[in-house]
Every structure is written in C-alpha cells, then in structure tokens.
C-alpha cells in the first residue's frame, strides 16, 4: 500500500487556499481556489463557474498541478507543496460527500450558483525547511502497472 506521509495531509488541512494550473492546447493558466480536503479520497474539492478558462481547459485536458504553500520571508520556516492529479466534476456519493464537506467549511457557497470539482492526486512533493534545508518528502499514487510488479 501505498501511503501518504502525515506531513503531507496535515500540510494540506492546514490550509485553503491552492494555486491551481491547467493546460490546453500549449496555453497555460493558473487560479486560486478556496478548498477543503476529502482525507479518506485523497482529493480535494472546490468551486468553480463553468465560463472559467480553467474549466474550459480542464474539460479538453483534465490533467493539472499546482501548489499549496506557506508564505513566510524566514528561510528556515519555508513549506510548500507541489502536486499533480486528475480534476473532474464528483458524481453520485462523490457529490454527496464533497457538497457536504465543502458546506461546512465554507457555509457561504450555499448561496453561490456554482458547481464542485474534485482534484484526485497523483503526485505530491512537500518541501519543509523545518526538517533541515530543502527538505523533500515525496508521494506517487501507485497505478495498477505498479501494483502488477
């Protein structure tokens, strides 16, 4: 089994806010989103308007990284995550779960017409200079050609 090291989740509940970058067509883009973490999926989940650049992009090319990070001028505090993953609209008991753990994190977007986007991880690397200078930790989701060796 293949598992996520602790500080990288807790990395991730301790914050919001992530930059997210897409790709289509040779043109990039990037956006920030407020988000809350599905622990148990590894995913994350927030909104997003269908009349987007970003979403217009996902939905021809739904591969995309981005990063999470802490913003501090002192170098031995600096963190920061980089992550790749698969970003897709939740269906189903998908839905269910991430509507509801969205709501409780951000009671407001009851109120805002827009529609949820789940980020399933592939790929993670943490550097934290707290555990000595430039400090690495690094995940890959294990694929079924992995799981076959």
């Not at 996902?58 to 990063?67: L, P, Q, T, Y």
């Not at 990070?69 to 980089?82: A, N, P």
């Not at 529609?115 to 079924?144: A, C, H, M, P, Y």
């Amino acid at each position: 089994m293949n598992i996520i090291d602790k500080k990288i989740t807790d990395f991730i509940k301790e914050h919001h806010v992530l930059t997210l970058a897409t790709s289509d067509n040779n043109q990039p883009y990037c956006c920030n989103v407020f988000y809350t973490y599905l622990e148990d999926d590894n995913m994350v989940v927030f909104t997003s308007d269908d009349n987007t650049k970003h979403i217009s992009q996902v939905k021809k090319n739904n591969h995309v990284a981005g990063s999470i990070v802490l913003e501090t001028s002192i170098v031995g505090k600096i963190q920061g995550l980089q992550f790749n993953g698969l970003m897709y609209e939740p269906k189903d008991n998908l839905l269910s779960k991430a509507k509801q753990k969205y709501l409780i994190k951000f009671p407001f977007a009851i109120l805002m017409n827009t529609q949820l986007w789940v980020i399933d991880f592939t790929f993670f690397k943490l550097t934290d200079n707290r555990l000595g200078f430039g400090k690495k930790i690094i995940w890959e989701k294990e694929t079924s050609q992995n799981n076959l060796q």
